[in-house]
């Protein structure tokens, strides 16, 4: 017998279906979290995370990077405070026989009335691939060792996991946001980090916040390498000091191996890291048509070492984000993204991650490249040769939360929630890489966001949910 009754519900079933299929792809989310409005303090000079190890000239604020294009080079950076010391760092592949010995350099710098401890940077070369390394850096005083592993070797199916941190300062909720990432089970293999590293210039410059914050993260920054960005509070530029060369202190803290990849300027650089092919953009340094970043990108792009059958992964790492949705730094990222955005398409960049605005987002495939000053296509449209986008400028810092937002949600955006947290960018094979989303309200597991993405040269269909 027919029941109309069950065949209106069934009707309305799939229409409410239909809807809800619609609403999820076309409107994005926005997080409900309710969390205080207070601005996180930073952690007091003599907290647990900023003391000295303890002996004679004790190396701190150690941390290593990758040190040339492929990773079978390591940049490793520490600094003594009592005298220069050596700038030896012994290594070997045992804990018990540390055979191999490489020399680097030591510099200082003054800030206004600060003069830096004595900075060592020394690279390891010639390094076997997955394997690990042990190493050891003040000899002749107080010796420290520490590990770290290689990455494997370059190719188009080698798993790996990023981690994913921006904004950081030095907060208690950093502290929180270092141990979550450190804690995650999915355990990430090196950080990309997205600028804005330790906030000293809050404290009028004072670069003993950039010594307290090299000593914060070394639990980290000493046993894997951190990709470093540089964002606007690395600028340091202050003429009310008699400072005026911008980046100072960054540049002489935090070496990245720039020539490798041709760029004439530690802003701006590429590495390969496993399946990944990574570029460093400098939202801070001039980028205009013909500036050495737009020559460099340029180059990159077309002259065709960018080999997705070799590094199928494309990720371009930034600062300030081209596509943010909250009411802080609006259109600070704009006229990069005009001068960029048709080559970030053409050439298939598979995700952008930045930070700048203190919270999270995670924007649809989009571009907005077809505009030409009559045609009046101004908007973003779905694009499926596009990057996602990512902010991620949620690191924990004491400027606190980026809570207000644009409403109605933009439909390019996925998911925003102003939360601190990381996040994970796990790359499977050539095909598929999972991202997740953590924040810190929630337990080390906890995925509070999360894509599965297909790589746009090797499984280019639609991805971004
Ligand atoms: C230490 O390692 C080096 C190089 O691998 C090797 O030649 C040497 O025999 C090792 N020494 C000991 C005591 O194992
Ligand atoms: C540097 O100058 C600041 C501001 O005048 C002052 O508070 C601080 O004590 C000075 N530091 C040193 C090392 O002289
Ligand atoms: C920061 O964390 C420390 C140690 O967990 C705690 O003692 C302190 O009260 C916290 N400070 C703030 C401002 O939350
Ligand atoms: C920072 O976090 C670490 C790891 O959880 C903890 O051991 C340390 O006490 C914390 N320090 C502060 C000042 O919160
Ligand atoms: C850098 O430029 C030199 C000279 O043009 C070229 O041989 C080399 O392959 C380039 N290296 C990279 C990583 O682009
Ligand atoms: C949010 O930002 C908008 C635009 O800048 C501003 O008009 C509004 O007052 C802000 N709202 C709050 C609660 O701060
Ligand atoms: C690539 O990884 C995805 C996710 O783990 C998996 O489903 C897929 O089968 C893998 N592809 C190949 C060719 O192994």
Redesign the pocket.
Known sequence: MRNPYHEFTAALLLILMACCWFACATDGFTGSYVRKAKKPKD?PLD???FMLPPGYNAPNQVHITQGNIDGSAMIISWITNDEPGTNTVLFGTSNYNLSFQAEGRVNQYKFFNYTSGFIHHCTLKNLKFDTKYYYEVGIGHTRRKFWFNTPPKVGPDVPYTFGLIGDLGQS?DS?ITL?HYESNPAKGQAVLFVGDLSYADNYNHNNIRWDTWGRFVERSAAYQPWIWTAGNHEIDFAPELGEVEPFKPYRNRYHVPYKASNSTAPFWYSIKRASAYIIVLASYSAYGMYTPQYQWLEAEFKSGKIDRSETPWLIVLMHSPWYNSYNYHYKEGESMRVMYEPWFVKYKVDVVFAGHVHAYERSHRISNIAYNIVNGNCRPVADLSAPVYITIGDGGNLEGLATNMTEPQPKYTAFREASFGHAIFSIKNRTHAYFEWHRNDDGVAVIADSMWFYNRVWNGIHDSV
Do not use: P
């Open positions: 952690m907290a647990d995370v208690n502290n141990a």
